[in-house]
């Protein structure tokens, strides 16, 4: 229940579409009622007419009639536009919430998922909920709602009637619905933990079919995702074989509290406290509002699996922080120049990687790192880009990077990590991700420091040819220096450089680096720090620091 009422909160802002579905909900299910009900009174009641030869104004109840099957199609109708666009609304503020919630986790906490189970949280789960107001808060509110009226109309024209049929609807309304979601609880839970597996094991499986074909591994995670699947449907043919008896059991209330009215109301009616065809009415309109509790059954039938997903969906998006950011205002650094001193971390708690590091880079200058696999250099990139926290102290320009709000910290970088993400576009959008005012010929001057200009020349369609999704329509060097032409267009005083050149033959790599010390020479002022165990790069630092475990 909390997840439920933490997703109204959410879609709050919603509030107008959400009421107005429930409002049209409700509206329908009385026109049915009453039109069904009025127009049972209304044979009836030309039937008796015509038989006593008394007259009989049928002019206001046939124009009623009409009324009520208009109002029931076009309140349908509108039932169904408002009730799906406030679905959709809702979706689109859930979508944009959680999101909001990610970005802050990435990379240090999102990196313990996979990439399968988090887009699986972000999209699948998200959709799934999709069922939360359509196909429960609102059957399940304007279910309640319509049997009150119901009962009160019932009432109306004869109380014991209204008694008979009252425990037939609180079964098929409150037992049935309780019975159903507790039969439910187990498959429905497991179907959403199953699919969300499936999900994850197919799209690891998609990336990685490469390496499986070459160890001979496909077959096995084939068996893997068959097995998911049974095991699927298992639990959906459960959860299916339980609506089917909800289904049955509901029809069958509904018969017997329409049997109810009839005893009841026939008594009424032999004693003449009531007319005859006032019998007919209640006899229609007790059959029309079991649609009403009908509702009621299927929406807790798929409770168990929405609320899954929302666990899921939740239990990322409150992960704590792993870097939290300031929003005291703080003065900017005066210039670029990074200081570290007596700084530790780690990327998993209790396994140490950087211990006690202390290193100058003034403004304007440039630092190689080298070391051996392992020894924390691109994690002291991670730091400066406040990806990771850090024992000691960090500066730029004298200010302590976690007295810096992370956006202001970020414009003033630039960085090629160490595995980067290609985009799936062209090459002119992913280099305009860099700075998407950038002109022609400043897009030009960063293909040709980064050695990428005659490539680009030679393909047929130039900056418009596809990368490909993750750059998969590109070799590995290509990719890479498109991500450092990326970084070059933003043209960040600060200039953070993780292996930039893996993936290079040696020539290629020269033309790179000379380059690269001709832009950065040239441009003044840009500080540049880079980490590499490559000999070629070496040439780009002013200062070379080897680090070693002590």
């Not at 650094?333 to 001193?341: H, Q």
Request: aromatic share 6%; with cysteine.
């Amino acid at each position: 229940m909390t997840h439920i009422i933490r997703f109204i909160i959410i879609s709050r802002s919603q509030w107008l579409w959400m009421v107005s579905g429930i409002l049209l909900c409700v509206l329908v299910i009385l026109a049915n009622s009453l039109l069904m009900a009025l127009s049972g009174w209304f044979i009836a009641s030309m039937a008796v007419s015509g038989a006593s030869g008394v007259s009989f104004n049928y002019f206001f109840p046939s124009a009623t009639i009409r009324f009520l099957a208009i109002v029931r199609t076009v309140g349908r109708y509108a039932e169904r536009l408002v009730t799906h666009e406030a679905t959709f609304r809702i979706l689109s503020d859930l979508r944009v919430w959680l999101f909001m919630r990610f970005e802050p986790l990435a990379p240090a906490c999102l990196e313990r998922y996979s990439g399968g189970d988090v887009t699986g949280r972000l999209r699948a789960d998200v959709d799934a909920l999709e069922t939360l107001y359509l196909k429960i808060i609102a059957p399940v509110v304007a279910g309640a709602v319509s049997i009150a009226a119901g009962l009160f109309f019932l009432a109306w024209f004869c109380t014991p009637a209204a008694v008979a049929m009252l425990p037939f609807l609180l079964l098929a309304g409150v037992w049935l619905p309780l019975l159903v979601r507790r039969f439910s609880e187990v498959p429905g839970r497991r179907s959403a933990l199953l699919a969300a597996e499936l999900r994850t094991k197919v799209t690891e499986g998609l990336q990685g079919v490469e390496e499986l074909i070459l160890l001979g591994a496909l077959e096995r995670q084939t068996a893997a995702v068959d097995g998911l699947s049974v095991q699927l449907v298992l639990e959906q043919e459960r959860l299916g074989r339980i609506n089917g008896f909800s289904q049955g059991t509901m029809a069958l209330f509904a018969g017997s509290g329409v049997a109810a009215v009839l005893l009841t109301a026939g008594i009424q009616v032999a004693s003449h406290q009531m007319a005859p065809p006032n019998l007919v009415m209640l006899l229609l309109f007790s059959a029309a509002i079991f649609e009403a509790a009908g509702q009621l059954p299927s929406a807790l039938h798929l409770l168990p699996a929405a609320r899954e997903s929302a666990i899921r969906i939740f239990e990322l998006a409150d992960a704590p922080i792993p870097v939290p950011d300031t929003h005291v205002p703080c003065n900017m650094p005066v210039d670029n120049g990074i200081c570290f001193k007596d700084v530790s971390a780690s990327y998993l708690p209790g396994e140490p990687v950087l211990q006690n590091i202390s290193l100058t880079l003034p403004a304007g200058g440039s630092l190689v790192l080298s070391g051996t696999s392992g020894i924390g250099k691109s994690l002291l990139i991670e730091i400066l880009l406040r990806f990771r926290e850090y024992e000691g102290s960090v500066t730029v320009g004298g200010t302590e990077i976690r007295d810096l709000p992370k956006e202001s910290l970020i414009a003033m970088m630039a960085a090629v990590p160490q595995r980067p993400h290609l985009f799936n576009g062209t090459i002119r959008e992913n280099l305009l991700l860099g700075n998407s005012s950038a002109d022609e010929e400043r897009i030009q001057e960063a293909l040709r420091d980064s050695c990428l200009d005659a490539w680009v020349a030679g393909l047929p369609l130039g900056l418009a040819t596809e990368v490909g999704i993750n750059g998969s329509a590109v070799s590995g060097g290509e990719a890479r220096r498109i991500a450092l032409a990326r970084a070059l267009l933003k043209d960040a005083p600060i200039l953070l450089l993780d292996e930039p050149t893996e993936g290079l033959d040696s020539a290629t790599e020269r033309e790179v680096v000379s380059r690269l010390n001709e832009r950065i020479r040239g441009a003044g002022g840009v500080t540049m720090l880079v980490v590499s165990h490559r000999p070629a790069c070496l040439k780009l630092g002013d200062s070379i620091i080897s680090l070693k475990r002590n």
